[in-house]
């Protein structure tokens, strides 16, 4: 299994390590709920250094990326990141991914682990033009400091008065011991935080001066089941589980982001798929009756199959079961039941609005 | 609290059972099964009048990421369940031995006891593997 460069720091915090896309990474330290509870009450901290990070860039790279992507990239400023995807010819996603501009026509990527050789692959044999695609995955670490104390945390080491102001989906250049670091105002946990990328050196003092600084504000170090609790209750799709190369945007619940009317690839296919009717949807599930839904359980209404979830377990906020289901579009109005079979049994559940779980000031 | 009460019997997929009186006895998973699994979120309890053999799967307990069979260290009856744990199911984290209690059986043989292990065997099982 490969390693982060925080490794040496999971260890130190008992943190309790699996494999996870080939990396050896901490599922928690403490406790699942603890940590999940204190993202949302306070702040957490993680390592998600074995995400990948990929660089487009050159005199074509914009028009290059947009060929590549169904979102369109003409509001993007430097400074500014939005989250996109790769489409296939069959309009299925090849991987979901942030997009930073750097500048013009210098794009930093931010994509899946299990992905990232898939990714730079497909990048590679499309590259048309002049844009050099760089795989720097290797050499960044990323932490990402999540929760309602995150910026007073932040700030107590990064004093830039832009800091305060950054917005959401925004980012700013830094330093970090006189070195550049990228502070991004973004996350996957549902709750206000920053994504903070920086060489692999650099990661365990920043990672110590920030457990440090956090801890008057109950900062805890955060592990891989936090981060998929928090990222399920706010609905946020995870590659391999709602996405996958056999699924359009349309079917996955992010059809808005295929909104480019420059040529792309997979556009066709999924031009073709809204003209005849998308033919699956994603819903989120409340259980109803007692019972903790995991991924590939059966959907059913009335005993008739009509789906499967993707993406299932115990929700700490709601202290209730959820899931995310890819069922055949139209079988499942908001607010009506279904039953999802757990271990050969029948269970209640309701399809309620996306998220489960927002975010409020 | 001792992590492995003396007085009680342990099997190798770490329960135990507490000879309450005669033939009946209460049954649950041990400190070090719940300090494997972390925070309960939901136990499947048994149903009540079931009967089970030694050995037989007889309880579900689940955390966060998994899904935990428990087996009945003993044959016997479930004569009672423990209805808090629906509510409460962390009870089994912070009181394995007293309110975590699982359910309660009576037993068809005792002679099952003698396969079981005692707490120094058990101490022994979970720091060796043997």
Not at chain 1, 110 to 129: F, I
Request: proline share 4%.
């Amino acid at each position: 299994m490969e390693k982060t460069a925080l490794y040496e720091e999971h260890i130190s915090l008992n943190g309790k390590l699996v494999d996870f896309a080939g990396w050896e990474l901490p599922v928690l330290y403490t406790s699942i709920i603890e940590e999940h509870t204190a993202a949302r009450t306070k702040a957490a901290l993680f390592d998600v250094s074995h995400m990948g990070e990929i660089m487009v860039k050159g005199k074509n790279a914009g028009k290059f990326l947009q060929g590549m992507i169904p979102t369109s990239l003409d509001r993007l400023e430097p400074g500014q990141c939005m989250y996109s995807c790769m489409c296939n010819d069959r309009g299925g996603v090849i991987d979901d991914l942030f997009v930073y501009m750097l500048e013009e026509n210098d794009f930093l990527l931010v994509v899946n682990a299990s992905t990232t050789e898939k990714d730079v692959r497909w990048l590679s044999s499309h590259a048309a033009g002049e844009v050099e695609i760089e795989n720097i995955s290797g050499l960044i670490s990323k932490i990402d400091l999540q929760g309602p104390f995150s910026l007073q945390i932040l700030s107590d080491i990064f004093t830039d008065e832009a800091l305060s102001e950054l917005e959401r989906f925004h980012f700013m250049h830094s330093t970090y011991e006189a070195r550049p670091i990228i502070i991004s105002h973004t996350g996957y946990t549902g709750e206000t935080g920053y994504e903070l990328y920086l060489h692999n050196d650099l990661a365990p003092g920043l990672w110590r001066a920030l457990l440090a600084k956090g801890k008057d504000y109950g900062l805890l170090p955060a592990g891989l089941g936090a981060r998929d609790t928090l990222r399920l209750e706010a609905c946020y799709s995870l590659y391999g589980h709602e996405l996958n190369e056999e699924t359009t945007p349309y079917e996955s619940g992010i059809g808005w982001l295929v909104n480019s009317k420059e040529n792309f690839i997979g556009k066709s296919a999924l031009l073709e798929q809204k003209k005849h009717g998308i033919p699956r949807e994603l819903v989120c599930l409340e259980l109803v009756d007692r019972g903790i839904p995991r991924e590939k359980c059966a959907v059913r209404i009335g005993g008739e199959e009509i789906g499967i979830t993707t993406s299932g377990g115990y929700s700490p906020t709601l202290k209730k079961g959820i899931a995310l289901a890819m069922i055949k579009k139209g079988m499942l109005a908001l607010d009506s039941f279904c039953d999802i079979i757990i271990r050969d049994n029948p269970c209640r559940a309701k399809a309620v609005k996306r998220p489960f779980y927002r975010y409020t000031e | 609290m001792s992590t492995i009460p003396k007085e009680l019997r342990y099997s190798k997929d770490h329960e135990w059972i507490n000879v309450v009186e005669g033939n009946i006895g209460l049954c649950g998973i041990t400190f070090h099964a719940q300090q494997l699994l972390t925070d309960i979120v939901f136990v499947e309890l048994p149903e009540m009048g079931l009967t089970v053999e030694a050995g037989e799967r007889v309880a579900v307990v689940e955390s966060v990421k998994a899904v935990s069979d428990v087996f009945s260290p003993v044959g016997g009856k479930i004569l009672e369940v423990n209805n808090a744990l629906e509510d409460e199911p962390a009870l089994i984290n912070t009181d394995p031995y007293e309110g975590g209690w699982i359910y309660k059986i009576g037993m068809d043989n005792p002679e099952d006891l003698e396969a079981l292990m005692t707490a120094s065997a058990y101490e022994k099982f979970i720091t060796t593997g043997k």
